[in-house]
Each structure stands twice: as structure tokens, then as C-alpha cells.
């Protein structure tokens, strides 16, 4: 089992951000009383504690530890170097990431359901659901993304420490100081920051383009605009919303049952080494992961 630092809980089960595999220094450091010094990057310094994001996750620091906080004031610093500045990684770089984490027991995809209203719309998109109550939705071209976003449905989309989980994971994928300060000061009830190309947002479940979620996204206007379809051409890549999804946000066990899901799904390949999957995994009870295919019994069920 993988070495988990800085655990954060995600359905009881533990949530990382994603780790850069070529990323330059963190440029903040916390030197601690007993000689230790944390890099990474400040995103909260109040009076009790100092939040430091690092790549695979967020720690909280008591004050009481602290002799030197080294905090250098430069909003073009960059974090991690997964991909361009602005841009957003591939979905290959997002699945790998979960993929890799012991205590994700399932991501599968699911049939992508209609978005008619909001800067979605209109957009065509693949989505996933991970450990059953978490959506992950990628816009756009799936190597290339316009946008990338995660909810909550049902009981748990208020839980305020899977929230922040989500936003730690996401938080990973960012590259400078200013767009990672900008997610950070986002209300968990609901608002939207610009950062140059990107649109940092977060949407309260009751929003009329939450669908009955909380989400927290990340996306580049200008880029969803090339990719949006006309309503035609968005209806034979989607299933309405109340087809797939019930009341209480989990997804119909019939889901890919449905002719109009077969003949719409964009299934993503495996590539040939098989290290990634077409429509997910799931962990058997020993721990150990299952590739899904288009074959497999679909989820819900």
C-alpha cells in the first residue's frame, strides 16, 4: 500500500492532490522548533496555525511549532509543472492520480447527462463517478481539457472536510501562487474568481446549473466556447439528467443499459500498456483493482 502523508478523509477513505512528477521547489517553507522545515505553499496564515499546500495534500501547522515562516511574496511562483501555465491537465493525468490511491474503491464512468443551462452548456464532456457520491466531469477535449470539475450529490455534499479534500486535490493541478490563492479564497457556499485565462468556481447545490450537486470547478471560458455544440449535435452525446440520475444523486443501476447510452458514450480507449482504462475501476476486497469495460456490469447495480 502506498505511503499516505497528510491523510484527508474522502467517504472515509483517504484523498490526496495529485503529486508533479517534475515540479521546481515548493517556495514557501515552515521551519518547525525540532529543526524540521515543511515546503510547499502557504495558502492560510491566521493567528492559531499556518495551512501549506504540498503535493499531496494540505497540513495544518500549530503556531506553537513554528520558529520561521519563509513566505516569499511572488504570484507568479509556480507550485507544480504538470502542464502549461492556464491550461489544465489531461485526463489522463487526473485518472492515473486516482487510480493510484489505495482507498479510491471505484471510479466508473457513466453516460454524461444534459447541461442546459451555465457555462456548460452545451459543451460535451466525459464523467465519472468515484466512490459512488463524487462526480468527476472533463470538458472538452479529454487530452486537452476546456474545463474540469468535481461534485457532491446526496447526503454527503455538505460535508465540509470532503470539501476541502476536493479542493486540495484540485489545488494540485494549478501551477502559480495567484491562481491557487484564488481557490482558496473561495466560500465554500458559492462564488467565482478569474485568474487570467481560468475561472475558479464554486456552486452551491441549489444553483439552477447544480443539478442537485455541490461543485467546485476550474475551467477557461474562451476554450469551452470552441468546443460547445449546437443542441443536435449535444443531444446524441447526452441523456437527461432525471434518466440517470435519481432524487438522491446516485446513478441508475441501468444506467448503460439504455440504447441511447450505447450509442453515445464516448468511451475513453485503454491505451496499450494497459496502465489506463475505458470505463474505470473498481477494488475487489482484497484492495486489488478491476478494469472496467464497456462488458461490465454498470454502476448501481
Request: hydrophobic share 35%; proline share 7%; aromatic share 8%.
Amino acid at each position: 500500500m502506498k505511503s499516505l502523508l497528510v491523510p484527508t478523509i474522502l467517504f472515509g477513505a483517504i484523498f490526496l492532490a495529485p503529486t508533479a512528477t517534475s515540479a521546481p521547489p515548493p517556495p514557501d517553507a515552515v521551519v518547525l522548533k525540532d529543526g524540521t522545515t515543511i515546503r510547499g505553499l502557504i495558502v492560510e496564515n491566521v493567528r492559531d496555525s499556518v495551512t501549506i499546500q504540498q503535493p499531496y495534500g494540505e497540513r495544518v501547522i500549530p503556531k506553537s511549532e513554528i520558529v520561521r515562516i519563509r513566505d516569499e511574496a511572488n504570484t507568479g511562483t509556480y507550485f507544480t509543472d504538470p502542464h502549461r501555465r492556464g491550461s489544465l491537465p489531461p485526463w489522463r493525468a487526473i485518472v492515473n492520480d486516482l487510480r493510484s490511491m489505495d482507498q479510491i474503491t471505484s471510479l466508473e464512468q457513466i453516460p454524461a447527462t444534459v447541461i442546459d443551462t451555465g457555462e456548460f452548456k452545451d459543451v460535451p464532456y466525459v464523467s465519472f463517478r468515484v466512490n459512488q457520491s463524487v462526480e468527476l466531469n472533463i470538458y472538452g477535449n479529454p487530452d486537452d481539457p476546456a474545463g474540469v470539475e468535481l461534485g457532491i450529490y446526496g447526503r454527503k455534499s455538505g460535508d465540509r472536510a470532503l470539501r476541502r479534500s476536493l479542493r486540495a486535490f484540485l489545488a494540485g493541478y494549478l501551477s502559480t501562487r495567484e491562481e491557487i490563492s484564488a481557490l482558496y479564497a473561495l466560500d465554500f457556499d458559492g462564488g467565482l474568481k478569474q485568474v487570467g485565462d481560468l475561472v475558479i468556481e464554486v456552486t452551491p447545490k441549489d444553483a439552477p446549473d447544480a443539478y442537485g450537486a455541490w461543485w467546485l470547478s476550474i475551467y477557461n471560458p474562451s476554450e469551452l466556447a470552441k468546443h460547445r455544440l449546437t443542441p443536435a449535435e449535444y443531444a446524441r452525446l447526452t441523456i437527461p439528467s432525471d434518466e440517470i440520475i435519481d432524487a438522491d444523486g446516485n446513478v441508475a443501476a441501468n444506467a448503460w443499459d439504455r440504447d441511447d447510452a450505447r450509442n453515445c458514450v464516448r468511451l475513453i480507449e485503454a491505451n496499450g500498456n494497459g496502465q489506463l482504462f475505458a470505463r474505470g475501476f473498481r477494488r475487489d476486497k482484497d484492495g486489488k483493482f478491476q478494469l472496467l469495460d464497456a462488458g461490465t456490469t454498470p454502476p448501481g447495480s
